[in-house]
């Protein structure tokens, strides 16, 4: 009898794309281009965010974003108006980015002129965590209004980044978010985590951040 | 020269979904029990919703609920704690549910003595959209943290939701969000949807809210 063959359909997608991640990271690392993916839930501030960094850091990094999104291109259009490159990815109902795609946005960007690539990944905390893409930072928001159990309800992302950014402080006199209760929450997963709570609208604690992501890079490169 | 077969695998998930969505929809409306479908972006209060909607709703209805989630057990928890029965479907990483989950969920239940079974769905905009769980009722909540300009970036979300509650509006003054550009965008989407700003922490909307869904549920039973 003939042995039954199993193929294990994701197995073979999350490897073809961790390959891929893997090449592009070394690619990058040699042209020191830093790359950055930032993920998050809808609507936790990633293009506020993302627009105060720009304004921030312009003066001392060449900047370029990748911008994820299911539909629409009003995220990329808000970048845009920074005047740094941006590149659109729409993925037509795909609930995550992959190394394929970020391959595609790369070509599409002059990165012969860039020191770092900023991914702004589709707005979901789950099926973005499983894909590498060949970023040399993962890092996520999440944003007060959302609440301080999420590192215990979507453990996989509080796992895999290396900086988890607390946003929207400027709601704490109004939520009952418990910041040591979510660093208590994300040390059970994550022990080497960096967490800067911050407020792109109002600048709080966006240098501390800055100054860490502006070491981080050399450290790298 | 033989045919070349294609099969087009997430026709085929949908489709059997669909099929199992279709028979629950018809046996729980023989049985008079009305199948509601909760969905949100993780963090926008669905379960502190559904607690403040059974505290005002448990004299009048008998409330069971199926609980989603990708791990964890916190929101049964909480939910358990209203002394109405609750069955946790945890689905270990999946995005979603579908409808062999909600009938798992169902045979736990003892629904011969329910009036209303809510589906508390996976905190994501995207992929439970496509999902047909055999609910008589879709809806979603967007929290007004999370922007106004969801509905342009998730459209397949707010395009199959019958009702769409705007919660969390006690933070409306420290917020930007626009309720009419909210329903200027939806209406694009979707003319029949029915709109509730409301707030669970303070009350506010949650009686006309209320009001409506008796009268709904009426009209499917």
């Not at 193929?7 to 040699?30: F, P, Q, T, Y």
């Not at 789950?126 to 944003?143: K, N, R, T, V, Y």
Request: hydrophobic share 45%.
């Amino acid at each position: 009898m003939s042995e039954l063959h199993f193929i294990d359909l994701k197995e073979c997608i999350l490897s073809d794309n961790r390959n891929e991640a893997v090449l592009i990271r070394g690619e990058l690392a040699e042209k020191h281009v830093f790359l950055w993916n930032i993920m998050s839930s809808p609507g936790a501030g990633k293009t506020t965010f993302i627009t105060a960094f720009i304004r921030k850091m312009k003066p001392k990094l060449r900047i370029g974003v990748i911008e994820g999104d299911v539909e629409s291109q009003v995220d990329a259009e808000i970048i845009k108006a920074e005047n740094v490159p941006v590149v659109q990815l729409r993925t037509g109902g795909d609930c995550h980015l992959d190394s394929a795609m970020i391959r595609a946005g790369l070509n599409s960007l002059d990165i012969s002129n860039l020191d770092l690539v900023i991914i702004e990944n589709i707005g979901n905390l789950i099926c973005p965590a499983e894909f590498d893409l060949g970023a040399h930072l993962q890092s996520m928001i999440l944003s007060v209004p959302e609440g301080d159990d999420k590192a215990i309800k979507y453990p996989l992302m509080f796992s895999v980044c290396e900086a988890i950014l607390i946003s929207k402080v400027d709601y704490l006199p109004l939520s009952d978010f418990n910041i040591p209760r979510l660093i208590e929450n994300v040390r059970k997963l994550n022990s080497a985590a960096s967490i800067f709570p911050l407020s792109a609208k109002t600048g709080e604690g966006m240098g501390e951040f800055c100054s860490w992501l502006v070491k981080r890079m050399k450290f790298t490169a």
